[in-house]
């Protein structure tokens, strides 16, 4: 894919090395010259040094043939007008970083099909690690109510080598909740069949509503 990363701060150029490592055609643009050449020289990137919400810069980009354009300025407003010019353009997909919650509405009626605020994700993420040791990583969904979480089933956990078909029947398992990806021999994660095992000592990925964490993540690491 054609993208374009506006912002090569810390976020922006990471993002966009490891877009590059994936194979896509990435250019980073930035108003500070130094990021600009540090991006290009360390990464390898495609670089313009200049403003993202000067719509020259923009067409110099190719904002016309980008299929996504995300926008990870620290200013709303820039962030905003961005998505506003891309739009115009003809930028498939645009997505920002939203700094104020103030903007979530403004940028839905923009038009703009992510709004990534980075306080949700560090906040649900911290929350769930406070309330719920047991889980390694995890990831607030919409508006917050349901979470996707990874947790380790110990090797001798009562539940170790079943099929996800007989887990998710079992009543201890909570009702809302589902399996999204299970570990499998070599330790990747992959999607779930109804006759996936999951085996001690392997992560599993579940969806479920906050509520719900606690007795889903009890019924997967209890022991024998």
Do not use: C, W
Request: no cysteine; aromatic share 4%; net charge neutral.
């Amino acid at each position: 894919m054609k993208i374009i990363v506006v912002g090569g701060g810390r976020s922006g150029t990471d993002l966009s090395a490891r877009l590059s490592r994936a194979g896509h055609a990435v250019t980073l643009i930035d108003r500070d010259e130094a990021v600009a050449r540090r991006g290009f020289e360390q990464f390898g990137l495609a670089t313009l040094t200049g403003d993202g919400t000067d719509p020259g810069v923009l067409r110099e980009a190719e904002a016309d043939r980008a299929e996504v354009l995300a926008a990870l300025l620290r200013r709303d407003a820039d962030n905003l007008a961005i998505a506003l010019l891309a739009r115009d353009m003809g930028t498939k997909r645009v997505m920002v970083r939203m700094r104020d919650a103030a903007y979530r509405g403004v940028y839905r009626a923009a038009g703009v099909q992510e709004v990534l605020s980075e306080v949700d994700v560090l906040v649900g993420a911290l929350m769930t690690a406070v309330e719920h040791p047991l889980v390694s990583r995890s990831m607030v969904l919409g508006s917050g109510g349901s979470v996707a979480f990874e947790i380790v089933v110990p090797e001798d956990a009562e539940i170790a080598g079943q099929s996800v078909r007989d887990l998710a029947a079992n009543p201890d398992f909570p009702r809302g909740s589902v399996f999204a990806g299970v570990g499998d021999a070599s330790g990747r994660i992959v999607a779930p069949r109804g006759d996936s095992r999951v085996l001690g000592g392997s992560s599993v990925i579940v969806v479920a509503e906050r509520g719900d964490i606690a007795q889903a993540a009890s019924f997967l690491t209890r022991s024998r």
